[in-house]
């Protein structure tokens, strides 16, 4: 399996070599600041089968143990890398070309969801990081 995928303006692109190990949406604080948007959708995929193929990333220090990987010139935010799991990292699931080819399967910190999204997906939903952190 082999997607692509890149930022808004197209100077940053990068290339997914495996089907990621999980997808899921992440309501946490964080990711609402910053993209501005109530819900960011993520995939799981191995360090080793995620590159840029273009472009290199601007980078945020989002907390002491994370950061988060945009495009320096349109802001498109691509992925999110944290100390605590090395050999993999998240990358964001709506900036591949084509963002249907993977499905979400969870939702997670919905402690802080904005409680005027309803969720009726059916899918598990955890109020922290769940069950794979
Ligand atoms: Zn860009
Ligand atoms: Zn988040």
Request: overall charge negative.
């Amino acid at each position: 399996m082999k997607m692509q995928g890149g930022c808004l303006c197209g100077k940053l692109r990068y290339v997914v070599g495996s089907e990621p190990a999980s997808a899921g949406l992440c309501h946490c604080r964080l990711c609402q600041r910053s993209s501005g948007a109530p819900v960011m959708a993520w995939m799981t995929v191995s360090t080793e089968h995620f590159e840029y193929t273009e472009g290199a990333p601007s980078i945020f220090h989002s907390s002491r143990h994370a950061q988060r990987e945009y495009c320096p010139a349109c802001g498109t935010q691509i992925a999110f890398r944290s100390r605590d799991t090395l050999n993999s990292l998240d990358v964001t699931l709506n900036s591949l070309d084509d963002s249907s080819l993977i499905k979400p399967q969870y939702h997670i910190w919905t402690a802080s969801k904005v409680d005027w999204l309803k969720l009726d997906d059916g899918l598990p939903q955890f109020l922290d990081a769940g069950p794979d952190s």
